[in-house]
């Protein structure tokens, strides 16, 4: 499931990523996505919840077609990425793939989700 999260500083986008990740998930999210890339600046925190358990049907292929082809289409969008989670595998797999997010990123216990969007503004 991916929630919005509310409370972002101004121009900072958040979203909550929980449970299985399915296809569907990321069809829905897709306005949302297309909203952020509008702006013209990706300034994103993803909080990353303990009971996040990766992608379930469809997940990873819609991932991949939605995530990359953001990636492709408005590299120069992305700014900072602040990944907000205490999953240490998940911090394993980002330290691999940081190469490949344009902009900073940065990781984040949970209970620094507060300096994690203030980063993000900066």
Do not use: C, N
């Amino acid at each position: 499931m991916i929630e919005i999260l509310q409370d972002m500083p101004p121009g900072v986008a958040g979203i909550r990523v929980s449970g299985r990740l399915r296809g569907q998930d990321l069809r829905d999210f897709r306005p949302a996505m297309d909203d952020m890339l509008a702006t013209g600046e990706i300034r994103l925190v993803e909080v990353i919840a303990d009971d996040y358990e990766g992608f379930g049907p469809g997940g990873l292929a819609e991932d991949l077609r939605l995530g990359l082809g953001a990636l492709i289409r408005h590299h120069a969008a992305f700014r900072r990425v602040a990944v907000v989670t205490d999953k240490e595998w998940v911090v394993h797999t980002l330290h691999a793939f940081a190469w490949m997010v344009p902009g900073e990123i940065a990781l984040y216990p949970l209970a620094e989700l507060d300096q994690a969007a203030a980063w993000a503004a900066g």
